[in-house]
């Protein structure tokens, strides 16, 4: 990127590129480490308390060239820590990405300072002794929250280049006039509405940045910078330009985008240096003919506009090399368009082009041509001409064949043709030596296209959205193959040989009738996506925990044949990703403990009743999705899932712990109220358990047995354990806890009180509820 890509357009910059627009300095990557001089570690003692303070301010200094440099980006700091400030011949210094709000005064003890970016951070004020450094040439600001700046600015007159684009500003200080040395001034994104007239003093200015601000107007002093190479006023709510811009004799590039032009200002045609003009997303429903006056134009972006046509006038641009038309209404490309042979790159997508001229075929530099919805059936019959095509964009119009001269293009790498009607590929296609994305996805096609297994630089294959039945063993010759889409087919069969390609790693083959996966996919050793979603797989397909490195597996079946369960061999899977939602699962496998990579489980809409405690061992778990299931309650170890930090639990009949206080997705509460309802509810049951053993006689008590669904052993071990009347009480209360034991989770109190009701105990039934009421009023 150029540094004009840099500074106009608002894309921040790093300390090395800055120090690299330093004249003097010589990037070798030389390492700093002269403790003697700049750094004494004996009082560097780190505080765990104060992350600024801990920092090794060593570890971060480096040479460019003769100068000392720091880069203290991205490590998370709210201040700047004091060792940095004895730095004393420090030269370049980036505190860029942290969470800085203020600079300290100390700032002024680095008089040495060049480079001092700043950019990402938090700050509200910039600190005026940062205008008192004597030799401060590059000031990066960007991205704080900087609503205004002193007019003591001013006092930086050797600064150069001064980026303040992403802040809150309204104004830019008159005092900006004075800084004569400054060549770059980028303001973009901003909240300015208008520009100070002192700007016309800045002589040395050639790159002005006012970007995606709230101007309406462009104050005419501007235009008073007679050496200004670049300006950038895209996304502001401009309709017209002073006619003193045309006093902008040298300038190479005006950025007009997103503003509310409805014609080019014809002082825009007097710029005879200008090299790129910029107007997508205006109201332009015409292009006048004076364009032709800008001969040395490289670049011209015209889409999102209300163009109808073109002038023909615009076939005079010799220098043309990028030329930009999507989405407007153009129904014809201009017939001489030959006439620009520098053409490299067409953008003309979205207009309504039923054609395009012969003569295009005669722009044999062009590269890429972008042509996707319109009504285009055919292409040219000399387009095989275009030999220097690398990228051929065709999809959403209205082709039935792919033209044979396609395979002529023996520089082609991007070939997409989605959204047409194809039904076949002509074997030529075969022959694209250096094709690697191929776009073929909405189309007709009944049969696999056998000409692309002969493609065998492919990288990017999507044939999503067909009617394939099959994948033919051809398919193999496919080695390069990194992507492969095969989405919303009618695909039974999961073939072997597509087992064999070595770099395959995704694969979507959801929405389509397989049945099984092969053993062979355990082969993929570079597959790490795989989307098998609404399918109809009968059971889980075991195969795929044995595929080695699968970090991604899509497993819904909204649309699909549900499964009831996940398999335990689940723990020898891989997975960093698991989505099992749409099914019919009861409850997840212990074995899922074993799954250590584990981070993020979507199983929405099943029917999960019970989670297993070994689900609190996923320790890395960070998102879980259970939404639209069953669930009464949590595991009782569930806090121990500390790293979760996305948990849904809506639509499920939650109450231990109730919605409200998990909707929160904090683990502690979660776990704290999940062990008071426990012991709470242990405590209630076996209260209940000393109601029943003076309530029951020994027939009733047999008879609850046989509900309870016991062993007849059991239940002679019992009668035999506790026998005679004596020990009835004991017995009962053994029963009720062979029960507890025997149906684990599912042992509630609410299920107790519900079978004894439907065995027609419905006094011992009443007692059991009234206790149950008494015990929520008291905690109430």
Not at 115 to 133: H, P, Q
Not at 434 to 451: C, V
Not at 595 to 612: Q, T, Y
Request: proline residues 5%.
């Amino acid at each position: 990127m150029a540094e004009t890509d840099i500074l106009v357009r608002g894309t921040e910059t790093s300390c090395d590129e800055l120090v690299g627009q330093i004249p003097e300095v010589h990037l070798n990557g030389e390492l700093y480490n002269d403790e003697d001089n700049f750094l004494d570690e004996s009082n560097n003692h780190p505080k765990e308390d104060d992350l600024a303070e801990s920092v090794d301010i060593s570890s971060l200094l480096y040479v460019q060239g003769n100068k000392l440099c720091a880069d203290l980006g991205d490590l998370k700091l709210t201040q700047i820590p004091d060792h940095i400030f004895n730095l004393e011949q420090l030269v370049c210094l980036s505190i860029g990405n942290n969470k800085i709000t203020e600079i300290p005064d100390a700032i002024s003890h680095l008089d040495r300072l060049e480079v001092l970016v700043v950019s990402g951070n938090r700050l509200k004020t910039v600190n005026r002794c940062i205008f008192r450094l004597p030799k401060l040439q590059i000031l990066e600001l960007s991205n704080n929250d900087i609503e205004a700046i002193s007019s003591e600015l001013s006092g930086l007159q050797t600064l150069k280049q001064l980026i303040i684009n992403g802040n809150k500003m309204e104004a830019i200080p008159g005092a900006i006039g004075f800084m004569r040395e400054l060549t770059v001034l980028g303001v973009n994104e901003n909240r300015l509405r208008e520009i100070p007239d002192s700007i016309g003093q800045m002589e040395n200015l050639e790159i002005l940045g006012l970007e995606r601000n709230n101007l309406e107007f462009l104050n005419p002093m501007v235009c008073k910078i007679e050496g200004l190479l670049r300006l950038g006023l895209s996304g502001n709510q401009m309709t017209n330009l002073p006619r003193e811009i045309e006093n902008l004799i040298c300038l190479e590039q005006l950025l007009l985008d997103d503003n509310e032009f409805e014609f080019v200002p014809v002082q825009v045609f007097w710029l005879e240096e200008l090299k790129e003009l910029a107007m997508s997303g205006n109201r332009l429903t015409t292009l006048q003919p004076d364009i032709q006056r800008l001969k040395e134009l490289r670049v011209l972006g015209l889409n999102n506009n209300r163009l109808e046509e073109l002038p023909h006038e615009i076939c005079l641009l010799k220098q043309l090399t990028i030329l930009g038309l999507e989405n407007n209404k153009l129904q014809a490309l201009p017939h001489d368009i030959a006439e620009l042979f520098a053409l490299r790159e067409v953008y003309c997508g979205n207009n309504q082009l039923a054609l395009i001229p012969e003569s295009i075929c005669w722009c044999s530099n062009l590269e890429i041509l972008s042509l996707p919805k319109n009504t285009m059936e055919r292409l040219p019959v000399e387009f095989a001409n275009l030999k220097k095509i690398t990228k051929l964009i065709l999809s959403d119009n209205s082709f039935i064949n792919v033209p044979v001269a396609v395979g002529s293009l023996s520089e082609l790498e991007v070939l997409l043709m989605d959204g047409n009607g194809l039904y076949e590929l002509p074997q030529e296609l075969g022959g694209l030596t250096k094709l690697k994305h191929l776009g073929l996805s909405r189309n007709a096609f009944r049969d696999f296209p056998e000409a692309i297994c002969n493609i065998t630089s492919l990288e990017w294959l999507n044939l999503s959205e067909n009617q394939l039945t099959e994948i033919p063993p051809k398919v193999s010759k496919l080695v390069n193959l990194f992507e492969l889409n095969m989405k919303k087919n009618a695909v039974s069969v999961f073939p072997a040989e597509l087992c064999t390609l070595p770099k395959m790693h995704t694969a979507d083959f959801s929405d389509n009738a397989l049945e099984d996966l092969p053993e062979e996919v355990m082969s993929l050793k570079s597959l790490h996506v795989l989307d098998i979603s609404n399918n109809r797989f009968f059971e889980f397909p075991k195969t795929v925990c044995s595929i080695p490195y699968l970090r991604k597996l899509v497993f819904s079946q909204e649309r699909g044949v549900k499964v009831p369960s996940l398999p335990d061999e689940i723990e020898f899977a891989s997975f960093e990703s698991l989505t099992v939602s749409y099914n019919t699962l009861r409850t997840l496998p212990n074995t899922i403990s074993a799954m250590r990579n584990l981070k993020k489980l979507w199983a929405d809409h099943n029917e999960i009743s019970h989670l297993p405690d070994t689900l609190c061992d996923v320790k890395d778990l960070e998102v879980l999705h259970l939404d639209h299931n069953h669930l009464p309650t949590l595991p009782l170890e569930f806090d121990r899932l500390n790293r979760l930090k996305d948990l849904r639990l809506h639509e499920n009949p939650l109450r231990t712990p109730p919605i409200d206080v998990v909707v929160s997705g904090v683990m502690q509460p979660i776990g704290r109220f999940i062990r008071r309802a426990v012991e709470r509810e242990d405590l209630l049951i076996a209260r209940m358990f000393e109601a029943m053993k003076l309530a029951l006689n020994k027939n009733e008590l047999r008879y609850l047995m046989k509900k309870f669904r016991f062993s007849e052993e059991k239940m002679m071990e019992l009668e035999q354990t506790y026998h005679g009347k004596d020990q009835l009480p004991q017995r009962v209360i053994a029963t009720m806890q062979h029960w507890k034991e025997l149906k684990g989770p599912q042992a509630s109190i609410d299920e107790l009180i519900r079978i004894l009701h439907l065995v027609g105990y419905q006094q011992l039934s009443t007692i059991l509820r009234n206790m149950k009421i008494f015990q929520q009023r008291l905690r109430l």
